[in-house]
Each structure stands twice: as structure tokens, then as C-alpha cells.
């Protein structure tokens, strides 16, 4: 049904639709055209017109394209050489760090380290100051303390600055 949906109602939108689940393009999603007939006859906008004067706040907090990312790769504590894993979970699974495994990624420099910010909280994450726990946790946001400092394996600064800016 989801791609009914989006064959009969996204128009030029359905590429990025497609973009994002690539493994969807191609699928069998069954005859349409009576639904792509009803649409014609009762004359029905575009998916471009609803957007833009029906939930024209859409596309900002949901553009059509990813955005580029401001930083990626592997993220290492800077007290510790530890690195954030998710791989062991699934959503809702907790977050741990661990041993960083050997890379061909760059080391960070000194300009790309620093606080992993919340704003809904107002916490940063913090890696567990015990000597053998793998507990990564939000805590009150501290400059001085390392255990909330953290390195990206790639960096962006201007598209950092440019997500700040967007966000004030």
C-alpha cells in the first residue's frame, strides 16, 4: 500500500522517496490506474501544491534530500580510547562504548572534538568515568570534563557552522 501511495499521489517527489529506500524501486505495487483515473477526474491538486500551501513547514524539518552531514565516521572519546558502538543493539538498546578497533580513517585534529549536545534535555553524553564499564549516559553538560568530549572521524566545519546558524 505504501507505494500505491506514493505512485499515485507524490508525482515528482516519488524520486526521493525512492532515493531513500532504493531496495522499494522496482517492486510490484499492482494496477493503479483506476486510482491515477479518480485522481484525474476529481481534478486533485499536486503533491508540489501541498506542500508548498498546505504544510509548506514540511520540507524544512523534512527535506527531500538528505542533507550533508556535518561530521561522520567513527566517534572516539577523547579521555578514553573508546568509541561509541551501536552495533550491538537494536532501537531502544543502550548505547556503549567501546575499544576503538583499528582504522584507515584520519585521526581527528584538535578543532573537531567536542560535546555531543541534547537540546530537548539540555545534556551532553558522557562516557563512564569507572575503569570497566562500557556506559555512555547524558549528564549535565560540562566543558571540563573529557568524558563528554568526543572526536569525528570526518569533519565539516562549515556545514557545522551552517547547521548552527539554521538552528538559532
Known amino acids: 500500500n505504501l507505494l500505491r501511495v506514493v505512485e499515485v499521489w ?36 499536486s503533491f508540489k501544491w501541498f506542500l508548498e500551501e498546505v504544510g509548506p513547514d514540511i520540507l524544512k524539518y523534512y527535506p527531500p534530500e538528505e542533507p550533508e552531514p556535518a561530521a561522520w565516521g567513527a566517534i572516539k572519546n577523547v579521555a578514553k580510547d573508546v568509541c561509541l558502538d551501536g552495533s550491538h543493539g537494536n532501537e531502544g538498546m543502550r548505547l556503549k562504548a567501546k575499544m576503538c578497533l583499528a582504522t584507515n ?48 572521524a570526518h569533519f565539516n566545519s562549515s556545514r557545522l557552522d551552517e547547521i548552527n546558524k539554521n538552528s538559532r
Open 10 to 45: 507524490m508525482d515528482e517527489y516519488k524520486k526521493y522517496f525512492y532515493k531513500r529506500r532504493p531496495h522499494l524501486k522496482g517492486q510490484d505495487f499492482g494496477d493503479i490506474s483506476a486510482q491515477l483515473a479518480l485522481k484525474k477526474k476529481l481534478n486533485c491538486k
Open 105 to 152: 580513517e584520519r585521526e581527528s585534529s584538535d578543532q573537531d572534538k567536542g560535546q555531543l549536545y541534547h537540546p530537548i534535555s539540555g545534556k551532553c553524553l558522557e562516557f563512564s568515568s569507572k575503569s570497566n564499564s562500557e556506559d555512555v549516559y547524558m549528564a549535565n553538560c560540562n566543558e571540563q570534563e573529557l568524558n563528554q568530549h568526543w572526536q569525528f
